[in-house]
């Protein structure tokens, strides 16, 4: 679980949601995309607020804000995580389940997106309080949610365990077991094997494939990996293990360089026994947060928070290749920064999509009732990731466009036949 208490820096579009238009926008003009299909996809098919009620362990009750959108359903029922963080808003919901039906159509899985959330931070509630606050958003999500229609899993602030509660009160409300109606569960509710790893791992398939187009070999390089959740602990380790040495490591308390490489397991031991925070780590010297992120490396890792690379710091940044974890990590105003600096960038939606990929063979094991080993996940999602790393490859040098655009060029022929098939009213 990555709780980040930090507040997200703003990016100078006022709106995320803006910020996916602009994206959107860019890749339809290239693309040619329909008018008609652009106007769909601009406006999110649904969007619930609920107001939740909950008995805080002081016998005083409080208020949350909860959150679902769903923003396609044109390629499959709506697939995407729920957050729990305090700068969830309707906005910011907004733009990550459009994230998540361009991420599904990219990794050619068979969903549209949604994403939720609940404005809250996880670091100040008790487990009980976050208990009773994820149960009464089940409740109030018991419509919305389905095995065949809107299918959520975790995200920042919250993991297997939120996503177990969810799911036995949804289903003790509908009274139906249907474990497949949310996924990310631990593996002994119904999980899958490789899930908790999975988006790290995308991330590393998606880097060494990168890093092969562009001539390098893993044991030449090295990275620094940025939030240190389960997408950078993850991240960092499979890289590492592939020979990649790491730099510099960081989340919300702590930053660090060691240009030596520093030993990720012993990292993790660490946070591990530090309420998952690497603050006193001592294989390496400690810097600023702010400097972690334009530090010397050949391959950035940004897997914490949205907007950390923005125009103030794009100029500075001295990697070859970034590779984002993280859902929306880079500014629409950075964008030319970097490609202007010839930095190949490997956008979210193709990037990080390793968990929503597994997240789909959980699903697809749930509903046969039969289970695979872990090797058999793990060789089915580095296929996937590998064709549709070729694919958005393919899109940038036949549209002579940056790896951001291409992902949304790919994502957007897929919906594009989605919305023209399915017709409208
Ligand atoms: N929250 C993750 C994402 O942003 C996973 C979504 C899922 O597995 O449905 O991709």
Not at 370 to 380: A, G
Request: glycine share 8%; proline share 4%.
């Amino acid at each position: 679980m990555s709780t980040q208490t930090v507040k997200a820096p703003q990016a100078h579009h006022e709106s995320m949601f803006e910020a996916v238009l602009a994206r959107l926008d860019a890749a339809a003009k290239i693309m040619n995309l329909s008018d008609e299909v652009a106007l769909v996809l601009k406006n999110p098919s649904k969007q619930v607020k609920v107001s939740l009620p909950v008995m805080m362990d002081s016998g005083k009750i409080q208020v949350f804000e909860g959150y679902r959108t769903v923003h396609s359903t044109h390629l499959g029922p709506s697939k995407g995580g729920i957050r729990y963080a305090m700068d969830v808003n309707s906005d910011e919901v907004m733009a990550l389940a459009a994230w998540m039906s361009f991420k599904c159509a990219v990794a050619n899985l068979p969903y549209g997106g949604a994403k939720g959330g609940i404005k809250l931070d996880p670091r100040s509630h008790s487990v009980g309080e976050l208990e009773r606050i994820s149960r009464a958003y089940a409740v109030a999500m018991k419509d919305v949610f389905g095995v065949n229609k809107d299918i959520p899993a975790p995200d920042m602030g919250t993991s297997g365990r939120e996503m177990a509660w969810i799911l036995d009160e949804f289903n003790k409300n509908t009274g139906e077991d249907s474990p497949g109606v949310i996924t990310g569960k631990p593996v002994a509710v119904g999980g899958s094997l490789g899930r908790d790893a999975a988006t790290g791992r995308g991330v590393m398939v998606n880097a060494l494939a990168a890093l092969k187009k562009m001539g390098l070999v893993p044991t030449a390089v090295t990275a620094v990996v940025q939030g240190f959740g389960n997408v950078g602990s993850h991240a960092a380790r499979l890289l590492s293990e592939k020979g990649v040495k790491i730099v510099g490591i960081g989340d919300h308390s702590a930053s660090f360089y060691n240009e030596k490489g520093i030993d990720v397991a012993a990292a993790i031991e660490y946070a591990s026994k530090n309420d998952r925070n690497l603050r006193g780590f001592t294989g390496a010297t400690e810097i600023k947060n702010s400097e972690l992120l334009i530090s010397k490396c050949d391959i950035l890792v940004p897997a914490a928070l949205q907007n950390v690379i923005n125009e103030e710091n794009a100029p500075h940044i001295q990697a070859k290749l970034i590779v984002e974890g993280a859902n929306g990590p880079t500014t629409p105003e950075a964008d030319p920064i970097l490609n202007s600096k010839k930095i190949i960038c490997i956008p979210d939606i193709l990037a990080n999509a390793g968990g929503v990929t597994v997240s789909y063979f959980e699903w697809v094991q749930n509903k046969a009732g039969y289970y695979w080993t872990e090797q058999e996940v793990n060789e089915r999602h580095d296929l996937k990731m590998d064709i549709a790393f070729e694919a958005v490859w393919h899109n940038a040098s036949f549209y002579k466009t940056s790896m951001r655009i291409a992902a949304y060029i790919t994502a957007l022929q897929k919906l594009e036949q989605g919305v023209k098939l399915k017709g409208a009213y």
